[in-house]
Nanobody
Framework: VQLQASGGGLVQAGGFLRLSCAASGRTFSRYVMGWFRQAPGKEREFVAAISWSSGITRYADSVKGRFTISKDGAKNTVYLQMNSLKPEDTAVYYC????????????????????WGQGTQVTVSS
């Protein structure tokens, strides 16, 4: 199983980026795909998730209204559209996959995810 994250970069505050997570190696129809981020000196935190089967989404309060998670089944790819970026969004962003439903606390905790991508750096300058 491989999750390949891409799309990070340097952007000014107020700008936008779109991250991609290409999944391969198995069928992900029963999985939840999530995005997490980790800033220097901070713990990893949940950003957003989407159920591959239902399309239901969840977001951290800090990104609600600014970030949108989506999927393309034909390409086996999950996207994270990030708008109105702030300096505090600066972090390494990781995509991950876990088996099961999207409701409940397990979606927001990284330890419940089985597969992880390599991370992509997002830097937002003020």
């Amino acid at each position: 199983v491989q999750l390949q994250a891409s799309g990070g970069g340097l952007v000014q505050a107020g700008g936008f980026l779109r991250l991609s997570c290409a999944a391969s190696g198995r069928t992900f129809s029963r999985y939840v795909m999530g995005w997490f981020r980790q800033a220097p000196g901070k713990e990893r935190e949940f950003v957003a998730a989407i159920s591959w089967s239902s399309g239901i989404t969840r977001y951290a309060d800090s990104v609600k209204g600014r970030f949108t998670i989506s999927k393309d089944g034909a390409k086996n790819t999950v996207y994270l559209q990030m708008n109105s970026l702030k300096p505090e969004d600066t972090a390494v962003y990781y995509c991950a996959a876990k088996l099961g439903g999207i409701q409940g606390l397990t979606t927001t905790y990284g330890r419940y995810y089985t597969y992880w991508g390599q991370g992509t750096q997002v830097t937002v300058s003020s």
